[in-house]
T-cell receptor, first 110, second 126 residues
Framework: QSVLTQPPSASGTPGQRVTISCSGSRYDMGISHVYWYQQLPGTAPKLLMHTNDQRPSGVPDRFSGSKSGTSASLAISGLRSEDEADYYC???????????FGGGTKLTVL | QVQLVQSGGEVKKPGASVKVSCKASGYTFTNYGITWVRQAPGQGLEWMGWISPYNGDTNYAQKFQGRVTMTTDTSTTTVSMEMRSLRSDDTAMYYCAREGNFFDGSGARGDAFDIWGQGTLITVSS
């Protein structure tokens, strides 16, 4: 059971916009930035979004993040087949004094 | 280029120990913490702990305290993670990742795992 809650799956057709949600508590997302990681099949995770809504260099602007209170979301516009991957949200948990992840959302491009 | 290269996969019997190494290159080793994350087959990511290559400070997830030890060797720019008393449910891919410093739009700092190793598969089986 993951501390942060994500839908297990999401899907869309090429060119569509999809969003993935992440829900936490006042102990993690309520006080911490949210981060998103993309894991393509058979590879290590990759940092996709940092400090709620900032893209690292090299990440296309089709990806955007937002956070409000204890919830966050990742939006992908202009969906492409190469976006098919698992997406994880993460935040620092104050009372656990450690990082917590969402269970991951498997994105399928139909 | 900036990279983390991990040691190869291993098969261990229940009750044994394993040590996974993570060699850093392409950046100043002591400037960034290293975190360990594991992923059981078909499962999500699980944070295990963190070590500072600067002074050796550690922070372990409660679940792994007493069973995991993380160490650093500045002479070889290598961080290692040792896990003892292995069980079958420790079978997983183990990743090391660098904790980079980032800033949000208002200038507040946040840390994120910006460089990842390729992963080391540890299989625990009798």
């Amino acid at each position: 059971q993951s501390v942060l809650t994500q839908p297990p799956s999401a899907s869309g057709t090429p060119g569509q916009r999809v969003t993935i949600s992440c829900s936490g508590s006042r102990y993690d997302m309520g006080i911490s930035h949210v981060y998103w990681y993309q894991q393509l099949p058979g590879t290590a995770p990759k940092l996709l979004m940092h400090t709620n809504d900032q893209r690292p260099s090299g990440v296309p602007d089709r990806f955007s993040g937002s956070k409000s209170g204890t919830s966050a979301s990742l939006a992908i516009s202009g969906l492409r087949s190469e976006d098919e991957a698992d997406y994880y949200c993460a935040a620092w948990h104050d009372s656990l004094s450690g990082w917590v992840f969402g269970g991951g959302t498997k994105l399928t491009v139909l | 280029q900036v990279q983390l290269v991990q040691s190869g996969g291993e098969v261990k019997k229940p009750g044994a120990s394993v040590k996974v190494s993570c060699k850093a290159s392409g950046y100043t080793f002591t400037n960034y913490g290293i975190t360990w994350v594991r992923q059981a087959p078909g499962q999500g990511l699980e944070w295990m702990g963190w070590i500072s290559p600067y002074n050796g400070d550690t922070n372990y997830a409660q679940k792994f305290q007493g069973r995991v030890t993380m160490t650093t060797d500045t002479s070889t720019t290598t961080v290692s993670m040792e896990m003892r008393s292995l069980r079958s449910d420790d079978t997983a891919m183990y990743y090391c990742a660098r904790e980079g410093n980032f800033f949000d739009g208002s200038g507040a700092r946040g840390d994120a795992f910006d460089i990842w190793g390729q992963g080391t598969l540890i299989t625990v089986s009798s």
